[in-house]
């Protein structure tokens, strides 16, 4: 189906950027540079630099980014590791695959762990935490750093949404031991595949990633340290997402404008819940425009008759997905998330004019809604 909004346009991404981007590809190529080479380390320092760290290693997927995260803290079986319930099953698959117990908590009506759900869930077992900065905006991180530092909890940021998101100044994946982050082509700084890094200030857990990256090899040494992985950024695609982060800021101030006209446009319609929460000290980076509604399914379908392309992330909780075998935490505002958000079109390349379709579209639904109201009343 062709959209007249689509969520994201990756051809007209590339349009825009088309010669930089087939020049690093091409001259990667012509250098026969495939695998660690500059590309991949001059990427990883520039990523480092803009997160606020001394460390950044290139891997293949923020899951990894994470599982390698919680590998090098020393997680494992009898441990238990906190995170929330509204995430990407990623996050928690990572706790799986290290033979630890993931607790899962709610959140707070930002999206984002709340702390308090986070302290009441410590035991002697816990051993780590992954905050999960959702939609580009950063966890309240100074109380949930404060709790873990008092219980000598691993702090691990999955920061796969939150790529220039900032709290109190300081960078998504600069707060914790490591910070986590995901290169999917449709995040705002994505690639032609999928990739994903890790942030750290420790040299240990920087050198423990890269090695476990590479087979749990030494490059240079040639010595194995680990039963390692296979999960390296790509040579091109360093090269391509080196290209992309110079642009970044410029993406975001854009998100954030887009973010603001649909703020003027829908903060009218009572029956909306929009993201824009309190607190000076937070930069969101609006990775992704996200409503509530308790009349989601109607909207979003309303707005595909209409040509507007939409997102749901997720429709029901993890636990409901039966093969992963996870117990039923009994999280209320994950559920009530799952049954009303909506995602609507936000990349660097939405334009106002797709948003005043879209919000004129959403308005008609309402207007129409609240009328077939106000009909069945008088009946």
Known sequence: MSYRVPFIDPREHYRRIKGEIDFAITDTLSKGDLVLRQQLRDFEQHLADFVGVKYAVGVNSCYHALHFSL????????DEVIT?????????????????????????????????????AVTPRTKAVIPVHLNGRVCEMDRIASIAEKRGIAVIEDAAQALGATFHGKGAGSFGLSGCFSFYPFKSLGGLGDGGAVTTNDPKIARFATLVRFNGEDRQTGEFHHHGYTALLDNVQAAVLGVKLHYLPKWIEHRRKIAGLYREGLEGIKSLRLPHFLGDEYFDSYQNYVIRTKQRNGLRQYLKDQGVETLVHWPKPMWEHTDLGLENPGLPETESICREVISLPMSAETTPEHVEIAVGCISDFFASHSAALRTASAD
């Open 71 to 78: 590998l090098a803290a020393g997680v494992g079986p009898g």
């Open 84 to 120: 929330v319930g509204h995430t990407f099953v990623a996050t928690v698959s990572a706790i799986v695959h290290t033979g630890a117990k993931p607790v899962l908590v709610d959140v707070r009506e930002d999206y984002n762990l709340d702390p308090d759900k986070f302290e009441d």
